[in-house]
């Protein structure tokens, strides 16, 4: 039988019932039962050749697919209002409808940056992680308190001592803070125990005045959005912890509009998201909720885990093993 022989329900019950005469040889039976094993070995090998080819396509179907998608991706994150919230995007407009004398701008809080580039190294561009729709009565305060850091939400309480206090997070016990837009520093003194840390930056700038200009201080209390003196585009400062640094920025600055909301407890309104929640170092999957620090056990210095990881990794039958300093983390987000 040739190599191209159809393999049909014929041929397969040829294979399972040879067909033979009562007076047939032993030596034509092998033979039959030979040419029956070729043909399906034959078989074996199409089925095998033709499995491979599909792999061979989906792979390559699925390359062609990542190819689109990272173009689609990579020009979408180009455009003004990629990855806007749906809630804005599907505002509707209402034709007919006063609006209020105000003004509406956009403000860009970018994602920190806390690493120290290195000569050589590609630098990695500042992207926006939150959007704020402001309107020209939104008080400063407002905007402060959209800056979500995890810096604040650290503690210097050890993993065995109780950290239900909300006093004893750092946001609570080192408040001091400010906003630099323009030329004018805006201090938060809401809380008791604030303090100005503008002060050793403003020195160092009156030293320097062939490179700065002169610079004000201005309580943020009462402060609004319309009573700002900035650029649109140009990237400002939000400073507290004493280094920690924020740089967020204006855009779009224009009238209110039927579109717009009205009342002025919705603002800032956030139209755009892009924050990553922080988990846990070694299951990559709960919200982290201490601070590990110098651990034998661990490969990094500092890293965050969650309650069970942290519970696995340094305690044995409720006992301490290893050397290593943990904090409790509360996760904000």
């Not at 105000?102 to 580039?117: A, F, L, R, S």
């Not at 990553?276 to 590990?292: D, E, G, Q, T």
């Not at 034998?296 to 890293?303: A, G, S």
């Given at each position: ?12 019950k ?42 061979q ?6 390359i ?15 455009l ?6 749906p ?5 509707e ?8 004398k105000?003004?509406?701008v ?11 580039h290195?000569?050589?190294e ?6 926006p ?58 201090i ?23 490179e ?47 579109q717009d ?15 990553r ?5 070694a ?6 909720a201490?601070v ?42």
């Amino acid at each position: 039988m040739s190599m191209d022989t159809h393999f049909d329900a014929d041929n397969l019950k040829s294979i399972r019932e040879p067909a033979g005469h009562g007076g047939e040889s032993g030596a034509d039976r092998d033979e039959e039962k030979e040419e029956a094993a070729q043909i399906g070995e034959q078989v074996i090998e199409r089925i095998d050749r033709g499995t491979e080819q599909m792999r061979q396509a989906e792979r390559r179907k699925y390359i062609d697919d990542s190819k689109k998608t990272y173009l689609y991706s990579r020009c979408r994150r180009r455009l003004k209002y990629a990855f806007y919230l749906p809630t804005e995007l599907e505002r509707e407009y209402c034709m007919g409808k006063r609006t209020i004398k105000d003004i509406v701008v956009t403000c860009h809080i970018m994602q920190p940056c806390n690493k120290w580039h290195v000569r050589g190294e590609r630098r990695r561009p500042i992207i926006p992680e939150f959007k704020y729709l402001l309107r020209g009565e939104t008080t400063l305060h407002e905007l402060r308190d959209k800056f979500l850091c995890s810096a604040d939400f650290c503690t210097m309480v050890p993993d065995y001592e109780d950290a239900t206090d909300s006093s004893v997070y750092h946001v609570e016990q080192y408040p001091s803070n400010f906003l630099f837009i323009h030329d004018t520093f805006y201090i938060d003194t809401r809380k008791a125990n604030s303090q100005d840390i503008s002060k050793n930056i403003r020195e160092f700038m009156a030293r320097n005045r062939s490179e700065f200009g002169p610079t004000k201080v201005v309580n943020m209390e009462g402060v609004r959005i319309r009573d700002l003196n900035f650029r649109l585009g140009f990237p400002y400062n939000y400073t507290h912890q004493g280094l920690c640094e924020h740089l967020f920025q204006f855009t779009d600055l224009r009238l209110m509009n039927a579109q717009d909301e009205e009342r002025l407890v919705d603002y800032p309104i956030k139209v755009f998201d892009q924050s990553r929640a922080p988990k846990c170092a070694a299951c990559k999957m709960n919200a982290p909720a201490f601070v590990v620090q110098n651990s034998d056990r661990l490969p990094e210095t500092l890293m965050l885990m969650c309650n069970v990881c942290f519970k696995t990794f340094h305690y044995e039958n409720d006992k301490r093993i290893g050397t290593f300093n943990a904090y409790h983390y509360f996760c904000p987000q």
